[in-house]
């Protein structure tokens, strides 16, 4: 992290000199919220640089489900924007679900009042979803892509190259898990990647942020929090057992979820048994 990016985190007033967003002028002024919002915009910027994900000049559709992630991710761009760090258009979006008893008031009206320009989108996914998944199974894959789908195009009628997602730490370990236990791969949530149409960036900023953090943060800041009644109304997920397997090992060996993101930065392609990441026949010995 640079020494200028240290100066400005550490600074209450913008070396531009502009208004504080409003979305922060209600935040709590006390130590311990100034440390975990600056912990916080530290890691969406390391991330941020990690993967290249700012183009100057570009415009990010930034998903905004109602929810405590989405909410803090939409909240680390404003503040890294506040402080020039962050040269790019955003444009917050909601995708209306039609899901019965969504507060469809709430986005619109938080919006407005921090002053972010957004885009509601109604698509009744909702019901496609509940009619084509068999009872008992889990909603999140066909849900996901439906979503996806009504994200990008909605990214391209506004003229944004990526679609921005709250995703965090939590999430990519999961996913790991998850693809190791039932996918029989090795793979994560990466936090950049190109859509299979190769026309828009999807950027995971708070790769780096950890779940507990983004509620203690989320709560602080008194978000209107607005629950899934989808994927989040149904009990015993594959992922809520990974989600309980990883707790109990933090709980056991605190530092442990951080090793694991590390591990997932440092493959070893000769170490595993993929032959299309390496070329195990090509090896051979040294001439004496």
């Known amino acids: 992290m640079s020494a200028v990016l240290d100066f400005e985190l550490d600074s209450d007033s913008d070396p531009q000199g502009d208004e504080l967003p409003a979305l922060f ?55 890294l924007k506040w402080r020039g760090l ?10 209306d679900q039609a899901q019965p008893g969504f507060p469809a008031d709430v986005l619109p009206r938080f919006l407005d009042e921090v002053g972010v320009p957004y885009r509601i989108e109604r698509q009744d996914t909702y ?16 849900c996901s892509r439906l979503r996806r789908g009504h994200l990008y195009r909605v990214a391209r009628e506004e003229g944004c190259q990526a679609v921005v997602l709250g995703h965090h730490r939590e999430d990519i370990l999961e996913t790991f898990f998850l693809n190791l236990f039932h996918g029989g791969k090795l793979a994560a949530m990466p936090p950049k990647l190109v859509n299979e149409e190769g026309d828009q960036f999807v950027l995971r900023p708070l790769a780096y942020a950890a779940e507990d ?27 809520n ?7 109990d090992w933090e709980k056991k060996a605190p530092g442990r979820k951080e090793i694991m993101l590390k591990a997932l930065a440092n493959g070893n392609p000769s170490h595993l048994l993929d032959r ?8 051979d010995l040294r001439a004496s």
């Open 276 to 283: 299309d990441m390496f070329d195990f026949a090509g090896l």
């Open 25 to 79: 002028r209600r935040a709590p002024s006390g130590v311990e919220f100034a440390k975990l919002r600056k912990r916080l915009i530290r890691q969406t910027r390391q991330a941020l640089d990690d993967f290249a994900m700012v183009r100057p000049g570009d415009r990010w559709l930034v998903c905004l489900s109602g929810g405590k992630d989405s909410y803090t991710l939409l909240a680390m761009l404003l503040d």
């Open 127 to 142: 019901s496609i979803v509940t009619s084509k998944v068999q009872a008992g199974k889990t909603y999140c894959a066909l």
């Open 241 to 247: 057992a990974v989600k309980a397997m990883l707790a």
């Open 86 to 95: 962050l040269p790019v258009d955003l444009l917050a979006c909601n995708l």
């Open 213 to 239: 953090d983004i509620a203690r943060f989320a709560q602080a800041m008194a978000f209107p929090i607005i629950p899934c009644d989808l994927c989040g109304s149904q009990e015993g997920l594959q992922r």
